[in-house]
Each structure stands twice: as structure tokens, then as C-alpha cells.
């Protein structure tokens, strides 16, 4: 076809020269075999002969065929050669192709040499640039252009304002986007159907869904673009009512909703965690007879993998297959995400083989895959593979596959390995995130390793990360969990904005501490500020009165909690309220409110009846409880095996403490040895009873020595 296309051209060109010719045949047969060599093709000399207009359009179709930025280059040379540069549209067809390659600055340059008299009058070539900027992510130049435009008198048209508008849209700022919106209206755009369907989307975006229902409703006349923007909007801002509303409208209007428009009704449910009614319209969908897209099985997908319904996930896996959409790379993204989260490693490993070609976020979907189901170690190996991925540049760890793997080593309490991969992490140039810094805060508030935790907050306020909620919520529970009162407060305070994390992690903090009257008025703030509690919050207050032997506040607080706040008492609950009452030696009372449980109390409520029946060595109580305890709830802690066997040591009764142990080790179960640990020059150090195997330990016993015999 190109040979043909040349050919054609060469019968109109009757006043070529001879050179001319011989370079054209060359041309030709160069971009009929390879697209390349071009250097010894471009041989026109500046002497020529043929028509002004048959120049333009031989290097207008040069230009098209360009598959490299040198053979651009080349033809740009040989058009200022020519003196074709003087032409408008080529100036313009340049700095497109320019754009095309990501070379900005030579579109910037082609556009900057061209003579500002007759680039005034030239609409394309404004319009050129101004896109190429937008194209590249360059939206504050393609607004100063703008700027410029109005400055040399050239008026925008229909083509200027929907590039305009994206460009402020990507920038963020409401005032300019109206200030473009009052150009619109001045300009008489009004009614043009693709600049108004951009300021929509652009409303949209901004979240001012009430602008961009003002300005639908203005509209004259609507496409499917118009409609569907509205319910995209909608779903954008989690506004699934806006969504339906629109979608019945639309409906009355006489538009059938097609396939975009669903899938922008399943994502407004999705978004808004509605679950269920997004997979009953999904249904709905499918009872119409319109065919599943794959961006709308991806929505699906997504909301399997949240409700963890892993067998309507393979349903939809299914339709993938049916549809023929399994070479969709974000389709298969989105099964590797939701067998993932269904924690069913096998097929989530099975449909990442499976993938011919594989993005980053392929990787990460895997590794979380992994971490996520607890299998650190698997996810680690899977990221030094992606490491390992030579020839794959494009493919490298981000800060989602770090964040993956070290928040899985902490959610293991694998403290260590997570504090080691981080810092790997910061000898790259991957630079951390929030949900980085949150995982590692929470492995120094779990290591009590406070001075790991003072350096973490350095880098936060470096990389001016101390305004994010969920940033200052993790340096809340590193404090306050590490004893630093002063610090967690400062913090707490100093937030811009609090959410019930805030709050929780406050009353937490001081919980743990013992510091229960604390934790009471920071409750009472809560309530006072208009928020309203939820079960973390009455678990956190209730442990901090049950720690501090707060008994009237929390039987008051756990009363107020259906009859108040509308929260049933869950096991946790109850098992905070056994706690407190048995702490405080009211075993009986304890004992009844575990009797009188809405549901079958688990090991967790009794083995805080039993350590209770332990301090205070009560024999009746505890036969009760050990009854429930191995009769009923199947084990597989020895915690309460321990407990019970020191319970009858303490008592005297040496043959029942060794058939619990007896019995214990029967089953198979070992008790894990106490460890504590300290932070030695950014190491931390455990210790264990028994173990002589940590390094310089015949050091930390010569200290005890001596402090032994201080205290003698």
C-alpha cells in the first residue's frame, strides 16, 4: 500500500527532478522493507521545482510514516531544507509528530521558530502545541499557552477549550476551571457538545457535582458521552444515589443505558461498598442482554475479592474466559487481586503464569496475594524475583511492592525482617509512603523500640508526610504504645483533621498503660467533638477500666453501649467485662455475665475467667471453667493449659498440675517461651529463659551481677 501510495504520488509530481525521483524510489522501497535506514534515502536538494502544495503534502506523508524520532528528525531537516518550514501545517504536523515521540521541547522549538505574524493566524498549529503539552502531562504550560493565545488576539475554538479544560483539570484548581468555564460562555461555546462533555467530566473530577449538574442541565443537547460523564461523576465522588438517579433519567429521556453506562452504575455501587447491589445489577445487566465488558467484570471482580466470595469470583473468572477477555491485562490483574484477597494463592499464582505480557501491578498483585494470606516468605521470594527481572526495565519494585512485603512481615510480628527491608527500601530510590511509614510505626510501637520510631518521624517531617491522617494515626500508636505520653498528644492535637482512629488510638495508648482515667476523658472529648463510637472504641475503653480497675466505669460504659449507642456487646466485649470484674476479684458476677452471653462464649472469655480464678486461687470457680474449657472449646493455644497447671500447683495439687501439662503435650502443644527484647544502637536485642545463644550475653549477665549485688 505504500509502495502504491508513492507511486501515485510520483505520476502528479511531473516536476520533479531526476534527483528528486531517484530519492523518492529509494524512500519508498526503505519504508516498504524496514522502516529504517532512512539517512541514505533523504537526499533532496533545497532546489525545487514542484508546486508549493505538492511539498506539503509529500512531507505531510513522510511525516506519518515515521516510526523513530531520527527519522523525524531527518525529515525535519530536509522541510527547512526545502523552505517547507514557512508552512503552518507543517509546523503543526511537526510538533505533533514530535509529541508523539514525548519530545516536547523539539514541538516547543518547531512551534517558537515559526514567525509569530503568521502563527497569530494559524489555529492548527496553537492548537498543536497546546496538545502536545497536554498529551505529555505539561497541563501549567498548555494553560500559559492559553494565556499567550489571548495575548496575540487568536481566539480558542472547539478544539482549544476541551485540551484547556483537561489541563486545569489535572491541575486541581477550582478558580481557574471556572475562570475557563466563564471564557466558554463568553466565547459562545455554550452548546458545543464536546467542550461542554469535558466540563463536566472536569466538575466531575473536582468533586462539584453540583457545577456539573447545573451545567448538564443547561444543555441544549446530550450525547451518551454527556450522560454516561454524569454517572462516572457520580461514581467518581462515591455517590452511588446520584448514580441511580441519573441512570433512571436517563432512561425516561429515551437513552438506552449501554454497556459504559452500566459499568459506571456498578463502579458507583462498588465504590460505596455496596456489595450486594452491585452484584444484583450486575445481574440486572446481564438480564437485559447486554454483554459484559471487561472493565465492568473488573468492578465485579473487585467486589468479590472484598466480600471474599471466592466461588462467585470463579463464576465471573467465567465470564472472562466467555467474553474472551483473559488477554485483557487489567481483567487479569483483577482475578490475581481477587483470588488474592480470597486468600486462594494457588489460582491467584495460576492466572499470573498465565499472562503472556505482565505490568508491575501484575507483581504487585501476587505479592500481596501472598503477604496478605500470611505467607511472608513466599511474597518475599516472589519480590526478589521481580528484583531479579532483567530486561524488564520498565517492570522494576515500586513503593507498592515494598509496602506489600514489609507490611507482611509485620502483620506476622516479624518485626525484625520488616525493620531490615526497610531499610533496603531507603538505600534505593524508592521513596516511602504512608502505608510504608504505617507499618513500620506499628513494628516500633510493637518492639517498644521508641527511638526507631522518634527516626521514623524525622523522615515523615523530611518528606512533609506530618499533615496525613493516616500517617499521624500511626505516630499516635508508636507514642503512645512506647509510653511517650507528651509526644502522642502533641501529635494528636496538632492534627488538622481527627478521625475515630484518632480517638481509638488515644484511648488505646493510655489503655495499655494503665492510665484508665486518662483514657475516660479522652472518650468523653470524643463524644463531646460529634463522634460516635464504634466496637474498637468500647474494646480500647473497656480494657483500659479493666486495667486500671476502673470496675463502676465499666460496667456503666458497657451498659450504655446497645442502650446509647446502638452497639450490640460482641465476644470481645464480653470477654473485656470477664476481665475487669474478675481482675477485681468478683468471679462470680464474672461468671454470670458468661453464662448469660447472647452467644457460646470462646476461649478467650474463659481463659480471662481462668486467670482471674488464678490470682485469687478460687477452686470452685476454676473446676467450673476448666470443665468449659477442654469439654467444650477445642484448643490449640496452651495458654490456658499453663494457666490450669499453675492454678493446681499453687494449690498443692502436684498430680492434676502434671496431668494438664501431661495432657497439653499429648495434643501436641508447645508452649512458646517469654521473650523480651531492648534496642541497642538501632538493633534490638531478645531475650529469652534458657537461651544463652544471643551475642555478648555473658556482658548483659555481669551488668545483673552486679546490680544483684547493689540490691543485696
Given at each position: 500500500?505504500?509502495?502504491?501510495?508513492?507511486?501515485?504520488?510520483?505520476?502528479?509530481?511531473?516536476?520533479?527532478?531526476?534527483?528528486?525521483?531517484?530519492?523518492?524510489?529509494?524512500?519508498?522501497?526503505?519504508?516498504?522493507?524496514?522502516?529504517?535506514?532512512?539517512?541514505?534515502?533523504?537526499?533532496?536538494?533545497?532546489?525545487?521545482?514542484?508546486?508549493?502544495?505538492?511539498?506539503?503534502?509529500?512531507?505531510?506523508?513522510?511525516?506519518?510514516?515515521?516510526?523513530?524520532?531520527?527519522?523525524?528528525?531527518?525529515?525535519?531537516?530536509?522541510?527547512?531544507?526545502?523552505?517547507?518550514?514557512?508552512?503552518?501545517?507543517?509546523?503543526?504536523?511537526?510538533?505533533?509528530?514530535?509529541?508523539?515521540?514525548?519530545?516536547?521541547?523539539?514541538?516547543?522549538?518547531?512551534?517558537?521558530?515559526?514567525?509569530?505574524?503568521?502563527?497569530?493566524?494559524?489555529?492548527?498549529?496553537?492548537?498543536?502545541?497546546?496538545?502536545?503539552?497536554?498529551?505529555?502531562?505539561?497541563?501549567?504550560?498548555?494553560?500559559?499557552?492559553?494565556?499567550?493565545?489571548?495575548?496575540?488576539?487568536?481566539?480558542?475554538?472547539?478544539?482549544?477549550?476541551?485540551?484547556?479544560?483537561?489541563?486545569?483539570?489535572?491541575?486541581?484548581?477550582?478558580?481557574?476551571?471556572?475562570?475557563?468555564?466563564?471564557?466558554?460562555?463568553?466565547?459562545?461555546?455554550?452548546?458545543?457538545?464536546?467542550?461542554?462533555?469535558?466540563?463536566?467530566?472536569?466538575?466531575?473530577?473536582?468533586?462539584?457535582?453540583?457545577?456539573?449538574?447545573?451545567?448538564?442541565?443547561?444543555?441544549?443537547?446530550?450525547?451518551?458521552?454527556?450522560?454516561?460523564?454524569?454517572?462516572?461523576?457520580?461514581?467518581?465522588?462515591?455517590?452511588?444515589?446520584?448514580?441511580?438517579?441519573?441512570?433512571?433519567?436517563?432512561?425516561?429521556?429515551?437513552?438506552?443505558?449501554?454497556?459504559?453506562?452500566?459499568?459506571?452504575?456498578?463502579?458507583?455501587?462498588?465504590?460505596?461498598?455496596?456489595?450486594?447491589?452491585?452484584?444484583?445489577?450486575?445481574?440486572?445487566?446481564?438480564?437485559?442482554?447486554?454483554?459484559?465488558?471487561?472493565?465492568?467484570?473488573?468492578?465485579?471482580?473487585?467486589?468479590?475479592?472484598?466480600?471474599?466470595?471466592?466461588?462467585?469470583?470463579?463464576?465471573?473468572?467465567?465470564?472472562?474466559?466467555?467474553?474472551?477477555?483473559?488477554?485483557?491485562?487489567?481483567?487479569?490483574?483483577?482475578?490475581?487481586?481477587?483470588?488474592?484477597?480470597?486468600?486462594?494463592?494457588?489460582?491467584?499464582?495460576?492466572?499470573?503464569?498465565?499472562?503472556?505480557?505482565?505490568?508491575?501491578?501484575?507483581?504487585?498483585?501476587?505479592?500481596?496475594?501472598?503477604?496478605?494470606?500470611?505467607?511472608?516468605?513466599?511474597?518475599?521470594?516472589?519480590?526478589?524475583?521481580?528484583?531479579?527481572?532483567?530486561?524488564?526495565?520498565?517492570?522494576?519494585?515500586?513503593?507498592?511492592?515494598?509496602?506489600?512485603?514489609?507490611?507482611?512481615?509485620?502483620?506476622?510480628?516479624?518485626?525484625?525482617?520488616?525493620?531490615?527491608?526497610?531499610r533496603r527500601m531507603q538505600l534505593t530510590t524508592v521513596r516511602a509512603n504512608s502505608v510504608?511509614?504505617?507499618?513500620?510505626?506499628?513494628?516500633?510501637?510493637?518492639?517498644?523500640?521508641?527511638?526507631?520510631?522518634?527516626?521514623?518521624?524525622?523522615?515523615?517531617?523530611?518528606?512533609?508526610?506530618?499533615?496525613?491522617?493516616?500517617?499521624?494515626?500511626?505516630?499516635?500508636?508508636?507514642?503512645?504504645?512506647?509510653?511517650?505520653?507528651?509526644?502522642?498528644?502533641?501529635?494528636?492535637?496538632?492534627?488538622?483533621?481527627?478521625?475515630?482512629?484518632?480517638?481509638?488510638?488515644?484511648?488505646?495508648?493510655?489503655?495499655?498503660?494503665?492510665?484508665?482515667?486518662?483514657?475516660?476523658?479522652?472518650?468523653?472529648?470524643?463524644?463531646?467533638?460529634?463522634?460516635?463510637?464504634?466496637?474498637?472504641?468500647?474494646?480500647?475503653?473497656?480494657?483500659?477500666?479493666?486495667?486500671?480497675?476502673?470496675?463502676?466505669?465499666?460496667?456503666?460504659?458497657?451498659?450504655?453501649?446497645?442502650?446509647?449507642?446502638?452497639?450490640?456487646?460482641?465476644?470481645?466485649?464480653?470477654?473485656?467485662?470477664?476481665?475487669?470484674?474478675?481482675?477485681?476479684?468478683?468471679?462470680?458476677?464474672?461468671?454470670?455475665?458468661?453464662?448469660?452471653?447472647?452467644?457460646?462464649?470462646?476461649?478467650?472469655?474463659?481463659?480471662?475467667?481462668?486467670?482471674?480464678?488464678?490470682?485469687?486461687?478460687?477452686?470452685?470457680?476454676?473446676?467450673?471453667?476448666?470443665?468449659?474449657?477442654?469439654?467444650?472449646?477445642?484448643?490449640?493455644?496452651?495458654?490456658?493449659?499453663?494457666?490450669?497447671?499453675?492454678?493446681?500447683?499453687?494449690?498443692?495439687?502436684?498430680?492434676?498440675?502434671?496431668?494438664?501439662?501431661?495432657?497439653?503435650?499429648?495434643?501436641?502443644?508447645?508452649?512458646?517461651?517469654?521473650?523480651?527484647?531492648?534496642?541497642v544502637n538501632k538493633k534490638v536485642y531478645m531475650f529469652s529463659a534458657g537461651n544463652a545463644?544471643?551475642?555478648?550475653?555473658?556482658?548483659?549477665?555481669?551488668?545483673?551481677?552486679?546490680?544483684?549485688?547493689?540490691?543485696?
Amino acid at each position: 500500500m505504500l509502495k502504491s501510495s508513492a507511486q501515485r504520488f510520483l505520476s502528479t509530481s511531473l516536476s520533479f527532478t531526476q534527483s528528486h525521483f531517484r530519492f523518492l524510489s529509494i524512500f519508498t522501497r526503505s519504508f516498504s522493507v524496514a522502516h529504517h535506514n532512512i539517512q541514505s534515502s533523504l537526499q533532496l536538494q533545497p532546489s525545487y521545482n514542484g508546486t508549493h502544495n505538492e511539498l506539503i503534502d509529500f512531507f505531510d506523508y513522510l511525516l506519518g510514516q515515521c516510526v523513530t524520532t531520527q527519522q523525524c528528525k531527518q525529515v525535519h531537516g530536509q522541510v527547512f531544507l526545502t523552505g517547507g518550514n514557512s508552512s503552518g501545517f507543517l509546523a503543526a504536523r511537526l510538533v505533533s509528530v514530535y509529541s508523539r515521540f514525548g519530545l516536547v521541547e523539539d514541538s516547543q522549538k518547531v512551534f517558537d521558530n515559526f514567525p509569530v505574524e503568521t502563527s497569530s493566524k494559524n489555529m492548527l498549529l496553537w492548537n498543536s502545541i497546546v496538545r502536545a503539552n497536554v498529551s505529555n502531562g505539561f497541563y501549567i504550560e498548555a494553560v500559559e499557552l492559553y494565556d499567550k493565545m489571548l495575548k496575540f488576539g487568536v481566539w480558542a475554538d472547539g478544539f482549544t477549550f476541551p485540551l484547556v479544560i483537561r489541563a486545569c483539570t489535572f491541575i486541581g484548581d477550582l478558580f481557574l476551571c471556572k475562570r475557563i468555564h466563564c471564557r466558554v460562555l463568553q466565547m459562545g461555546f455554550k452548546n458545543n457538545l464536546h467542550v461542554v462533555n469535558e466540563m463536566l467530566g472536569m466538575y466531575g473530577k473536582l468533586g462539584q457535582m453540583k457545577d456539573a449538574s447545573h451545567v448538564f442541565d443547561g444543555m441544549s443537547i446530550r450525547s451518551y458521552v454527556s450522560w454516561n460523564t454524569m454517572i462516572s461523576g457520580y461514581a467518581f465522588n462515591h455517590d452511588y444515589g446520584g448514580a441511580t438517579k441519573m441512570f433512571h433519567r436517563m432512561e425516561l429521556e429515551g437513552f438506552q443505558p449501554n454497556s459504559v453506562t452500566w459499568t459506571s452504575l456498578l463502579s458507583s455501587h462498588a465504590r460505596c461498598g455496596k456489595h450486594e447491589e452491585t452484584m444484583e445489577l450486575f445481574g440486572l445487566m446481564r438480564l437485559r442482554g447486554l454483554g459484559a465488558t471487561a472493565e465492568a467484570l473488573a468492578v465485579v471482580l473487585s467486589v468479590c475479592a472484598d466480600l471474599a466470595e471466592v466461588n462467585k469470583g470463579k463464576m465471573i473468572h467465567a465470564y472472562v474466559i466467555k467474553g474472551g477477555f483473559e488477554h485483557y491485562l487489567f481483567a487479569k490483574n483483577a482475578l490475581i487481586c481477587m483470588y488474592g484477597k480470597c486468600r486462594d494463592v494457588e489460582h491467584a499464582q495460576k492466572s499470573f503464569l498465565e499472562m503472556k505480557t505482565k505490568n508491575i501491578v501484575s507483581w504487585n498483585a501476587l505479592i500481596s496475594s501472598y503477604a496478605e494470606s500470611g505467607l511472608c516468605d513466599e511474597a518475599y521470594e516472589i519480590f526478589i524475583q521481580l528484583e531479579k527481572s532483567n530486561g524488564y526495565p520498565q517492570v522494576r519494585p515500586n513503593i507498592i511492592s515494598w509496602s506489600a512485603v514489609i507490611g507482611g512481615f509485620a502483620s506476622k510480628g516479624r518485626g525484625e525482617e520488616s525493620l531490615e527491608l526497610f531499610r533496603r527500601m531507603q538505600l534505593t530510590t524508592v521513596r516511602a509512603n504512608s502505608v510504608t511509614i504505617c507499618s513500620i510505626l506499628s513494628v516500633c510501637a510493637e518492639l517498644a523500640a521508641l527511638n526507631l520510631g522518634r527516626e521514623i518521624h524525622g523522615n515523615v517531617i523530611r518528606a512533609m508526610m506530618d499533615d496525613n491522617i493516616l500517617v499521624g494515626n500511626g505516630l499516635i500508636n508508636m507514642y503512645t504504645k512506647c509510653g511517650s505520653f507528651k509526644d502522642g498528644q502533641l501529635i494528636f492535637e496538632n492534627l488538622d483533621t481527627k478521625d475515630l482512629i484518632s480517638w481509638n488510638s488515644m484511648i488505646t495508648g493510655y489503655g495499655i498503660q494503665g492510665i484508665g482515667q486518662n483514657a475516660l476523658r479522652v472518650f468523653d472529648q470524643m463524644i463531646n467533638s460529634g463522634f460516635k463510637p464504634d466496637n474498637v472504641t468500647f474494646v480500647a475503653i473497656l480494657s483500659a477500666c479493666s486495667h486500671a480497675g476502673l470496675i463502676d466505669e465499666g460496667r456503666s460504659l458497657f451498659n450504655q453501649m446497645s442502650k446509647v449507642y446502638g452497639i450490640e456487646p460482641q465476644m470481645e466485649h464480653y470477654s473485656c467485662m470477664v476481665d475487669l470484674l474478675g481482675r477485681a476479684g468478683l468471679l462470680q458476677e464474672a461468671n454470670n455475665i458468661i453464662k448469660n452471653m447472647p452467644m457460646k462464649p470462646n476461649a478467650c472469655v474463659w481463659s480471662a475467667l481462668l486467670n482471674s480464678c488464678r490470682m485469687y486461687k478460687n477452686t470452685c470457680v476454676t473446676e467450673e471453667t476448666t470443665e468449659h474449657i477442654f469439654h467444650q472449646i477445642n484448643l490449640e493455644s496452651t495458654g490456658s493449659y499453663m494457666l490450669l497447671s499453675n492454678i493446681y500447683a499453687a494449690s498443692g495439687k502436684w498430680e492434676e498440675s502434671a496431668k494438664v501439662r501431661i495432657s497439653a503435650k499429648t495434643k501436641g502443644l508447645k508452649k512458646i517461651p517469654g521473650q523480651s527484647w531492648i534496642e541497642v544502637n538501632k538493633k534490638v536485642y531478645m531475650f529469652s529463659a534458657g537461651n544463652a545463644g544471643q551475642a555478648n550475653l555473658e556482658l548483659v549477665y555481669g551488668v545483673l551481677h552486679v546490680l544483684a549485688l547493689h540490691m543485696e
